[in-house]
């Protein structure tokens, strides 16, 4: 993938998620551990549709709000409907470059979230199909809502 804001940063593997039905306990070797993943990619599709109309689609607020009006001035919404993950990934990768400690985690395989605090995850993707589905909350409120979340109260 390549981004034109941030052209140094490679991109990093999404962690393998737990099988289901079966856990093993593997204690974590602290030494020997990588730092959390935060720039995964998977919106590909997405940067190209947006380069297709001659536009930039920048990782940040902007960026939301573009997808924002993108997904608002189409009425036949079946149509975006491969763009779906992909604006999830991209919502999370703005939450990872935004928020200081966020980082991508999967519990369920293929089913990436991303950690904002010790207590909180936002299911980015399924955030991205409720927004395909109603207009409200916007990607923009939701990140908002996320701030909100992770400020120190004073």
């Known amino acids: ?3 034109p804001q941030d052209p140094a940063a490679p991109l990093q593997g999404l962690p393998s998620g737990m099988p289901r039905r079966f856990a093993e306990y593997r204690p974590v070797d602290r030494q020997q551990s990588s730092p959390p993943p935060t720039n995964v990619g998977g ?23 573009a997808i924002d009006n993108l997904i608002d001035s189409i009425d036949d919404k079946t149509s975006l409907s491969a763009l779906v993950r992909p604006i999830g990934m991209f919502y999370g990768d703005v939450l990872t470059h935004t928020i200081p400690g966020a980082h991508w985690e999967v519990i369920q395989e293929g089913y990436p979230l991303v950690r904002v605090t010790a207590k909180t995850a936002v ?12 207009a409200d909350p916007t990607l923009l409120q939701n990140f908002s809502h996320v701030m909100a979340l992770v400020r120190p109260e004073p």
């Open 1 to 3: 993938m390549t981004d």
């Open 43 to 65: 919106y590909d599709e997405l940067l190209a549709h947006f380069h297709s109309n001659g536009t930039q689609l920048p990782r940040s607020q902007d960026g939301l709000a």
């Open 123 to 134: 299911d980015v993707v399924q955030i991205a199909i409720r927004r395909m589905v109603t």
